[in-house]
C-alpha cells in the first residue's frame, strides 16, 4: 500500500500481513475476505467502515479509532478494545466470534452484539447502557461493576450476572433464561 489515507475504496481478498505497511487511515471503506490477524494496527483510524468475514484475530488495536464501524462473520478473538482510542468510538457485530476479548472500562452505550460468540469476554466495568444481546452467546463472560442499565438480553444464553455486583436497572432478561442471574444462590431450578 503506497498510500497514507482510503476513502470510499473496497479491498477484497487481501491478506494485510504480507504488506510492509499500512495507510493510516481508512475511511468509508470496505473490507471482505481479509486477513489482518497478528497485525499492529495501532495508531490506525477507521471511519465509517465494514469488515465482512474478516479475520482480525489477535490483532494490537492500542489507540486505533474505530468510528462507526460494523463488523460482520468476523473473526474477532483475544482482542483488547479497551486499548482503543474511546473518542467516537461506536461498534456493531454481527454473527462474529470475538471469544476472550476485552472490553474493559470500554464506553459501549447504545452498542449492538447480534448472533455473536462473547464466551470469557471481559465486561468488566464497562458501560453496556441500552446495547443489546440479541442470541449471543455469553459463557463465561465476566461482568464486574458494569452498567447494564437498559441492557437487552431477552434472547442470549449462557450469561452469569450478578444483580448486586453490577448496575442493572431496567434490562431486559427472558423468564426463560433467569437462571444466569442466580448462579451465585446455588439454586436448583426446574
Known amino acids: 500500500m503506497d498510500y497514507t489515507e482510503y476513502f470510499e475504496s473496497e479491498f477484497t481478498d487481501i491478506d494485510f500481513s504480507t504488506k510492509s505497511k499500512l495507510a493510516k487511515l481508512f475511511e468509508t471503506c470496505e473490507f471482505v475476505n481479509c486477513n489482518f490477524a497478528n497485525l499492529d494496527l495501532s495508531q490506525i483510524v477507521f471511519e465509517d467502515c465494514t469488515f465482512k468475514n474478516c479475520d482480525l484475530s489477535l490483532t494490537n488495536l492500542h489507540d486505533s479509532s474505530l468510528k462507526n464501524v460494523f463488523f460482520e462473520d468476523c473473526n474477532l478473538k483475544r482482542l483488547r478494545f479497551d486499548s482503543c ?76 450476572i450478578d444483580p448486586e455486583r453490577n448496575k442493572m436497572e431496567g434490562a431486559k432478561f427472558s423468564v426463560n433464561n433467569l437462571a444466569g442471574l442466580l448462579v451465585k444462590y446455588e439454586l436448583d431450578l426446574e
Do not use: P
Request: proline content about 0%.
Open 85 to 160: 482510542n474511546e473518542f467516537l468510538l461506536k461498534l456493531e457485530f454481527k454473527n462474529c466470534n470475538l471469544q476472550e476479548s476485552s472490553f474493559y472500562q470500554v464506553n459501549l452505550t447504545n452498542h449492538s452484539f447480534q448472533d455473536c460468540n462473547l464466551m470469557e469476554v471481559d465486561f468488566t466495568e464497562a458501560i453496556l447502557l441500552d446495547s443489546s444481546f440479541d442470541d449471543c452467546n455469553l459463557g463465561g463472560a465476566v461482568f464486574e461493576s458494569t452498567h447494564l442499565e437498559r441492557a437487552d438480553f431477552r434472547t442470549a444464553t449462557n450469561y452469569q
